[in-house]
């Protein structure tokens, strides 16, 4: 194992079906890959942690393979959360100035945040992120940086996304019962956001939303902040259960039917095609039309997008979102899931791959990985602003880093 590196960065993405260590090098070049591990999940349920010893031993083996795969010893990382749990919302801080206009400080800034941050929450909730979306400089909205404006009144807005304590506690357990500490906790839709949102996505409104097994995380980003974020408790193992149901087989031949053959709307599939289906116990296959399988997929796929839809349109989003809606995560592979995003959304939707970097292996450049290579993005722009932090004198930058990174303990 070679020594250890405050250049690499490595995260783990504990998903409903996969757990995945990435590993990854910051040069000067830019990021690069330097290994991974991956290992089917158990003890999650809706990618929230309900055995904490088989979540425990899903994480052992992919850090190992990592470990393995890159040579190098790990004993930290960053980790995401995602689940039903999360919960989210805009919230604002201002302070007074006096009557006599003077420049704004850092130390104005830090205690705007620090209105902002005190929300009343349950006991059992945590901050996940407090995003800075803008400030409000007396009546100058739309203001990024304010410091050293001329000012009365200085107000913060903020999104605030939250988790449950006890969630973001297993997975901080499952991580530190194999020797791993937590740098830090990303939302995962937040990390998606990262990884496969473009410039100017970014600007006009997107919403990214990671299908995964368990749940559909959704994070809206407009004007290069984060306007809006939630979960829908409905994944690709829905579909696959709903399969197995309906067409009388064991889950994993359901699983591997939907992957194969599925398909989210009947009619895009030929009425003459005839698929071969294992049945349940020592009764031989049968052959089914492929049409059958849609059926089935159909109305959970379309179920999916209504939800999605009722959520951004309850936030008051669903008009902002010229830059449309991308799909990512293992589940939005299904074929014609975005056709059925589009009809339900009234959106051009597309689907979101994570964005590349030097030396990732092609297997991970897919919808399944795009949180953890988000997660990796995220990490290192935190990191670089906390190191400009340490170079610039004053703590401007910290109150920066703060909020960007947004990880309120
Ligand atoms: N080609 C495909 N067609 C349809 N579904 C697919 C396909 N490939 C993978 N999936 C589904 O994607 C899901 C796994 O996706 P992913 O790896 O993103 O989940 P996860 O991150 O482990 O779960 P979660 O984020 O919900 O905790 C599974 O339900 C699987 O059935
Ligand atoms: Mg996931």
Do not use: W
């Not at 980790?79 to 919302?89: A, E, F, L, W």
């Not at 703590?395 to 703060?402: E, K, N």
Request: glycine content about 10%.
């Amino acid at each position: 194992m070679g020594k250890r590196n405050e250049n690499i960065i490595t995260v783990i993405d504990l998903g409903s079906a996969k757990t995945l260590a990435l590993v990854v090098e910051a040069t000067n070049a830019g990021l690069r890959y330097r290994g991974h591990g991956i290992s089917p999940s158990a003890g999650t349920r809706r990618g929230v942690i309900v055995d904490l010893e088989s979540a425990g031993k899903s994480v052992a083996e992919a850090v190992a393979r990592a470990e393995k795969s890159s040579g190098i010893a790990l004993d930290s990382a960053v980790v995401g959360v995602s689940g039903p749990h999360i919960r989210s919302g805009n919230s604002y801080g201002v302070i007074s100035l006096g009557s006599r206009a003077r420049e704004l400080t850092t130390a104005d800034v830090q205690a705007a945040g620090a209105r902002a941050r005190d929300i009343e929450m349950p006991e059992d909730r945590e901050i996940l992120h407090l995003l800075t979306q803008e400030f409000v400089v007396d009546d100058q909205d739309g203001v990024k940086q304010p410091v050293g404006m001329l000012a009365r009144q200085l107000e913060v807005r903020v999104h605030v996304i939250t988790a449950a304590h006890s969630a973001v506690q297993n997975i901080v357990t499952s991580l530190n019962r194999v020797g791993m500490h937590v740098e830090d906790t990303i939302y995962e839709a937040l990390a998606c956001s990262e990884s496969v949102l473009r410039g100017e996505e970014r600007e006009l409104g997107a919403a990214v939303i990671d299908i995964g097994a368990g749940t559909a995380d959704i994070a809206v980003v407009r004007d290069d902040v984060v306007i809006h974020s939630g979960v829908v408790p409905l994944g690709g193992l829905n579909f696959t259960r709903d399969v197995a149901y309906g067409l009388e087989t064991p889950v994993a031949e359901a699983e591997n039917l939907k992957r194969q053959f599925g398909c989210s709307i009947v009619t895009n599939i030929s009425e003459q095609n005839e698929i071969e289906v294992p049945s349940v116990g020592d009764r031989p296959p049968r052959m089914m039309r492929q049409r059958d399988l849609a059926e089935i997929l159909e109305p959970r796929a379309r179920e999916l997008m209504e939800l999605l839809r009722d959520d951004l349109h309850r936030a008051g989003v669903l008009e902002k979102l010229g830059g449309g809606i991308i799909l990512t995560g293992g589940a939005a592979r299904l074929p014609s899931l975005l056709d059925t995003c589009e009809d339900i959304l009234r959106r051009p939707a597309r689907l979101g791959l994570p964005l590349g970097m030097a030396q990732l292996p092609v297997e991970l450049q897919e919808p399944e990985y795009a949180a953890a290579i988000g997660m990796v993005f995220y990490t290192q722009r935190a990191r670089v602003l906390k190191r400009k932090e340490k170079e610039e004198t004053g703590f401007g930058a910290r109150v920066r880093a703060l909020f960007v990174r947004g990880n309120a303990g």
